[in-house]
């Protein structure tokens, strides 16, 4: 079974820049959408970026627009999420995702998420 691991979270000040990177083993990455999602205490999670497999189109949601870039290395089985200008609202755990098949997991950006790494926290705060 596959497995995702996220690294790159921390605290970083308003305005600041951190690039969130997560490792796949197991499966065949380039062969599944990928997603980055986030949670903030007390609320539920919610669908960050996505990108697609066939052609690498890209999904964000519309309040990182312009800030966020996802990103990915087939060669590596890497996923990457590069945040700038990053504000007090992005703050949460924030989790890479993949769409496996099957008809069960977390529908964002036309996909179906069901394999989740564990989490890396992103503060930011002054």
């Known amino acids: 079974q596959g497995q995702l691991v996220e690294s790159g979270g921390g605290l970083v000040q308003p305005g600041g820049s951190l690039r969130l990177s997560c490792a796949a083993s197991?499966?065949?990455?380039?062969?599944?959408?990928l997603g980055w999602f986030r949670q903030a205490p007390g609320k539920e999670r919610e669908g960050v970026s996505a990108?697609?497999?066939?052609?690498?189109?890209?999904y964000y949601k519309d309040s990182v627009k312009g800030r966020f870039t996802i990103s990915k290395d087939k060669a590596k089985n890497m996923l990457y999420l590069q945040m700038n200008s990053l504000k007090p609202e992005d703050t949460g755990v924030y989790y890479c995702?993949?769409?496996?098949?099957?008809?069960?997991?977390?529908?964002?950006?036309?996909?179906?998420?069901?394999?989740w790494g564990q989490g890396s926290q992103v503060t930011v705060s002054s």
């Open positions: 995702a993949a769409d496996v098949g099957g008809n069960f997991g977390t529908y964002r950006f036309g996909f179906r998420f069901s394999s």
């Open positions: 197991g499966f065949t990455f380039g062969h599944y959408a």
């Open positions: 990108i697609s497999s066939s052609d690498d189109s890209t």
